[in-house]
């Protein structure tokens, strides 16, 4: 996958790196979000869309598109790209890759004909984000905590691919484990696999929580309200895995003084190379499949 026009807009360092392995295959790579200090070949700095002159071949979007589904969601620099700008840039020959878009983006891509594909949709790619999503949080929680996670009562809200790596993880700790699922089916695969389980509206009437040491949310709606939150121990930590809104009342816990970290974008932030590289491979096996090579 050589000679090809793409265009990386915001996202976090997992963006970056993917910039300089597209360059070095001798693409021409426009950033927009990112500065790139050092002197790459075939990397060019952009400060908006309106500099580009030329037929992009791909648009590559962070992982997490758009907050607000007009704006691309960049981190790093004060710069604003909207989604109109890139479709406005788009052709029939533009593949777009994106992650998490809501529903009106999907739309305004299905409507403009944009062939578009969502990072998410790789069943490969899922499960490798699941594996170090999973990796990040118990690296999160041994960095957290004052105990070991040897025999801490550890509760997961949610069986998903993430709370099933979790899972199949902490058993390596010897960890006391509980999974919160509303899922017959879950919570029964749960059992099987070595966790005790509980229906997650149980989970404040059956007292379960005044004795965790270690809690990680993976669903995002809000599980950990007030109620919740006042039955957990003094050192509890919460590790919300889960996307927005999350699953904690989060300005609650502030007020007294539960320690919870909201971690999204693991991937990113804990194993960026790893995760490049599952993206590299996601853009590369689906531009081989269009017209676009």
């Given at each position: 996958?050589?000679?090809?026009?793409?265009?990386?807009?915001?996202?976090?360092?997992?963006?970056?790196?993917?910039?300089?392995?597209?360059?070095?295959?001798?693409?021409?790579?426009?950033?927009?979000?990112?500065?790139?200090?050092?002197?790459?070949?075939?990397?060019?700095?952009?400060?908006?869309?309106?500099?580009?002159?030329?037929?992009?071949?791909?648009?590559?979007?962070?992982?997490?598109?758009?907050?607000?589904?007009?704006?691309?969601?960049?981190?790093?620099?004060?710069?604003?790209?909207?989604?109109?700008?890139?479709?406005?840039?788009?052709?029939?020959?533009?593949?777009?890759?994106?992650?998490?878009?809501?529903?009106?983006?999907?739309?305004?891509?299905?409507?403009?004909?944009?062939?578009?594909?969502?990072?998410?949709?790789?069943?490969?790619?899922?499960?490798?984000?699941?594996?170090?999503?999973?990796?990040?949080?118990?690296?999160?929680?041994?960095?957290?905590?004052?105990?070991?996670?040897?025999?801490?009562?550890?509760?997961?809200?949610?069986?998903?691919?993430?709370?099933?790596?979790?899972?199949?993880?902490?058993?390596?700790?010897?960890?006391?484990?509980?999974?919160?699922?509303?899922?017959e089916e879950q919570r029964v695969w749960a059992e099987a696999?070595?966790?005790?389980?509980?229906?997650?509206?149980?989970?404040?009437?059956?007292?379960?929580?005044?004795?965790?040491?270690?809690?990680?949310?993976?669903?995002?709606?809000?599980?950990?309200?007030?109620?919740?939150?006042?039955?957990?121990?003094?050192?509890?930590?919460?590790?919300?895995?889960?996307?927005?809104?999350?699953?904690?009342?989060?300005?609650?816990?502030?007020?007294?003084?539960?320690?919870?970290?909201?971690?999204?974008?693991?991937?990113?932030?804990?194993?960026?190379?790893?995760?490049?590289?599952?993206?590299?491979?996601?853009?590369?096996?689906?531009?081989?499949?269009?017209?676009?090579?």
């Amino acid at each position: 996958m050589t000679n090809l026009n793409f265009l990386i807009i915001g996202g976090d360092i997992r963006l970056l790196y993917l910039a300089e392995i597209l360059a070095k295959k001798n693409n021409t790579i426009y950033i927009i979000g990112h500065y790139i200090d050092k002197d790459i070949k075939n990397i060019i700095n952009l400060n908006n869309i309106s500099e580009i002159n030329c037929d992009i071949n791909c648009i590559i979007l962070p992982v997490i598109t758009s907050l607000d589904d007009e704006t691309v969601n960049i981190l790093f620099t004060p710069q604003k790209v909207y989604i109109d700008e890139i479709i406005e840039l788009s052709n029939e020959d533009t593949t777009i890759f994106a992650g998490n878009c809501s529903y009106i983006l999907l739309e305004k891509f299905k409507d403009n004909d944009i062939k578009f594909y969502d990072y998410f949709t790789d069943e490969k790619l899922t499960i490798l984000n699941a594996i170090a999503t999973s990796e990040g949080a118990i690296k999160l929680a041994i960095g957290n905590t004052l105990k070991t996670l040897y025999k801490s009562k550890i509760l997961i809200t949610g069986f998903g691919r993430i709370s099933k790596m979790l899972l199949n993880n902490l058993k390596g700790f010897n960890a006391d484990i509980a999974i919160a699922a509303r899922s017959e089916e879950q919570r029964v695969w749960a059992e099987a696999n070595g966790a005790k389980s509980i229906h997650i509206k149980n989970i404040v009437k059956m007292n379960i929580l005044e004795d965790v040491d270690i809690i990680f949310n993976t669903i995002p709606s809000m599980i950990f309200d007030k109620n919740a939150l006042s039955l957990l121990k003094k050192d509890c930590l919460i590790i919300d895995l889960a996307s927005k809104p999350g699953g904690v009342d989060f300005d609650f816990a502030k007020q007294i003084n539960k320690k919870v970290i909201w971690a999204g974008g693991l991937p990113g932030k804990i194993s960026p190379l790893s995760a490049t590289e599952y993206i590299l491979e996601v853009v590369e096996k689906n531009l081989r499949i269009g017209e676009n090579i």
